[in-house]
């Protein structure tokens, strides 16, 4: 069974520039996170879908940041315009329930850097 | 709201020596408590988790955590560190809202010195 993916692994954009990151979760769960790393700080919340549907999106940083999953499979994640702050490393996760124990499936994390 | 707190963002063992990473949370409701695993150019993978069955969590690969309410505390400890063993650690709490997004601390990273 394949795990979580993300693409790109790395991109690397000028500030003001757009960039879209991509997750394919494992095929069946219905719910996606998203989480992001600013470097050298904790791992945060971003936001959640159920499906298609936007669960939970108190974390989005603000409105330059677009999500996405049509359809309830893929998911994007889209900066525009970009500005330095972005920079860190984005992840996604996926779980079939989002019972309290269930877990957390992570994809590798695109290392997003904005210069 | 919940909180997690990391003591040590590097942590530096001898190969065979104990590990000890250590996490305290803050939680208003019962926590669900994870610790996750990074290796390099990979994502988090689960540990362990605590599920209020047992206060002593067995994982994967020789970890172990220990809950304790009094102290709000989950480290994470294993009897032997191995060089396999060097990666980032994340403790992380869960909510208890309808989506359970994770709350994290800032990791620790472990280093195996041969």
């Known amino acids: 069974e394949a795990g979580v993916t993300q693409f790109p692994s790395h991109s690397v954009i000028e500030k003001g520039q757009t960039v879209t990151l991509r997750c394919d979760p494992i095929?069946?769960?219905?719910?996606l996170y998203w989480y992001r790393r600013v470097m050298g700080k904790e791992i945060k919340f971003l936001l959640h879908?159920?499906?298609?549907?936007?669960?939970?999106e108190s974390g989005m940083p603000n409105n330059r940041f677009l999500a996405e999953r049509t359809g309830g499979t893929y998911s994007t994640l889209k900066v525009q315009p970009a500005e330095l702050e972005d920079s860190g490393v984005y992840f996604c996760?996926?779980?079939?329930?989002?019972?309290?124990?269930?877990?957390?499936?992570f994809g590798p994390g695109t290392r997003l850097t904005v210069l | 709201a919940q909180s997690v707190t990391q003591l040590g963002s590097h942590v530096s063992v001898s190969e065979g020596a104990l590990v000890l990473l250590r996490c305290n949370y803050s939680s208003s409701v019962p926590p669900y408590l994870f610790w996750y695993v990074q290796y390099p150019n990979q994502g988090l993978q689960l540990l362990l988790k605590y599920t209020s069955a047992a206060t002593l969590v067995k994982g994967i690969n020789g970890f172990e955590a220990e809950f304790k309410k009094s102290e709000t505390s989950f480290h994470l400890t294993k009897p032997s560190a191995h060089m396999s063993d060097a990666a980032e650690y994340f403790c992380?709490?869960?909510?208890?809202?309808?989506?359970?997004?994770?709350?994290f601390g800032g990791g620790t990273r472990l280093m195996v010195k041969p």
């Open positions: 095929s069946g769960h219905d719910n």
């Open positions: 992380a709490v869960r909510g208890n809202n309808a989506g359970n997004m994770l709350t």
């Open positions: 996760a996926s779980s079939s329930i989002p019972g309290h124990y269930n877990e957390q499936f």
């Open positions: 879908f159920v499906k298609e549907s936007k669960q939970d």
